[in-house]
Nanobody, 126 residues
Framework: QVQLVESGGGSVQPGGSLRLSCAASGFTFRSRNMAWLRQAPGQRLEWVATLGTSGFVNNYSKFAEGRFTISRDNARSDLSLEMNNLKPEDTAVYYC???????????????????WGQGTQVTVSS
């Protein structure tokens, strides 16, 4: 049974930091490109970052570049997202997802990802 379980969300003040984690099981995590996406209330799904299988090749959205860091531990089947200098506009539910082979690394199409977590809420407010 495939599972992706996110954790680490919460409420922080602007300028604060959070580290999200995603525990994967039920599929060969190390062979899949993995991504973080987010969705704010009433907004479309937004791609955040993608990390290749080795953990050395990554791609970030413009809003994440320089503030967020995606990483993975293939031995533990774990994906992380370190978020710094958080802004109110970062408020959203954050999802980890497994990118289907041969799909764009910056895809924001839900169908381009085959496995999803349940999401974790991040709220940035003063």
């Amino acid at each position: 049974q495939v599972q992706l379980v996110e954790s680490g969300g919460g409420s922080v003040q602007p300028g604060g930091s959070l580290r999200l984690s995603c525990a994967a099981s039920g599929f060969t995590f190390r062979s899949r490109n993995m991504a973080w996406l987010r969705q704010a209330p009433g907004q479309r799904l937004e791609w955040v970052a993608t990390l290749g299988t080795s953990g050395f090749v990554n791609n970030y959205s413009k809003f994440a570049e320089g503030r967020f860091t995606i990483s993975r531990d293939n031995a533990r089947s774990d994906l992380s997202l370190e978020m710094n200098n958080l802004k109110p506009e970062d408020t959203a539910v954050y999802y980890c997802a497994s990118l289907r082979p041969d799909k764009s690394w910056s895809s924001k199409k839900r169908d381009d990802y085959d496995f999803w977590g349940q999401g974790t809420q991040v709220t940035v407010s003063s």
